[in-house]
């Protein structure tokens, strides 16, 4: 999954920069096509668009960015996972999401696709630290507290993916489960 989200990046920027240039604002008409909001965050530190959540598509983010959509509907592990999630998030100057966890069987994947201040964003996940870096992918089992924040000045865009664990056998999503 994080050498697919790696090697998918510069597609997704390209398109996620077409949204954010548009003169139309069509980050905030998507973002009104779903109001749904989960408040992890300082109030304004992040905005959301959904790409798909459990199955449902979001039509109109798939006009925008017809190959993300066709990218991620490549994946077994997404697509025939019943606790499938993608969106993008971005992430305001002085964001901070308290910690808070997910429920299993998943992983989640984070993927900066647009971060202008490389070292001034990054997550907890339980003990370990790590920054966001433009186009790489984080890994990890989100069942573990984890947390995020912002220290730059620049907002952040990052897609978050909610896939099968591989050993999730309630599900046909086409991965092994390691030894």
Known sequence: MGRFLEESCPVFKAELEAILNDPRDLWGMLMKADPSREHLGTPGGWDTVRIVR?????????????????????????NKCSFMNVNYVKLHPGAHLKPHYGNGPR?????????????????????????????????????YPHMVSHWGEKPRYVMLVWFCHPCDENNEHGQSCPA
């Open 54 to 78: 459990y199955h449902h598509w979001y039509d109109l983010f798939c006009e925008m960015a017809p190959q993300t959509c066709a990218l991620v509907k490549s994946r077994a592990e997404i």
């Open 107 to 143: 992983l989640s994947a984070h993927l900066s696709v647009i971060a202008p201040e490389p070292t001034k964003a990054g997550m907890s996940v339980g003990a370990d630290k790590v920054l966001w870096v433009e186009g790489k992918a984080i890994i990890f089992d989100d069942t």
